[in-house]
């Protein structure tokens, strides 16, 4: 059994954004050296998440649309404690905190069109995300 384990250091220059972390995850899979097995991908932050889904521009518009609608902007209880990014606590419930994706024959085994990416909800601070990859 081999591993790897990276960080991936984060750092959007505005409060909310998407990061396409494919092509890092494909590099640091190859770097492992493994043919079959996994890869765990983890936001390692409560107010960002990790996900697979298509890079169209327009999709990741909605995407931001959709979180905004069921968890937006606003007065939460958590901000009882001075902070301010309640709903951001919220969007990581509703896009993931990590994902794991397979790796076959030495390569990030995605579909046509999956693609991972990074999403950031009370960014411009430096934040990590954990690349773990494992098998034989």
């Known amino acids: 059994m081999k591993s790897l384990t990276e960080y991936l250091w ?5 409060p909310r954004g998407f990061v396409n972390l494919t092509e890092q995850v494909r590099a640091l899979v190859s770097r492992a ?3 079959e097995g996994l890869v765990l991908v983890s936001s390692m932050h409560i107010t960002a998440a990790v996900f697979v889904n298509d890079a169209e521009p327009g999709l990741l518009r909605d995407i931001q649309a959709w979180a905004d609608r069921l968890a937006p902007p606003g007065d939460y209880h958590h901000h009882e404690t001075g902070e301010t990014n ?3 606590h919220l ?3 509703l896009l ?3 994902v ?3 790796v076959t024959g030495g390569k ?3 579909g046509p069109w999956e693609q991972v990416f990074y999403g950031e909800f009370d960014g411009q601070r430096r ?3 954990l690349v773990k990859v494992i098998g034989e």
């Open 10 to 14: 984060m750092e959007t220059p505005e």
């Open 33 to 35: 050296g493994i043919r």
């Open 86 to 88: 309640g709903d951001a």
């Open 91 to 93: 969007k990581n419930l």
């Open 96 to 98: 993931g905190h990590q």
């Open 100 to 102: 794991v994706l397979p």
């Open 108 to 110: 990030l085994d995605l």
């Open 127 to 129: 934040k990590r995300v």
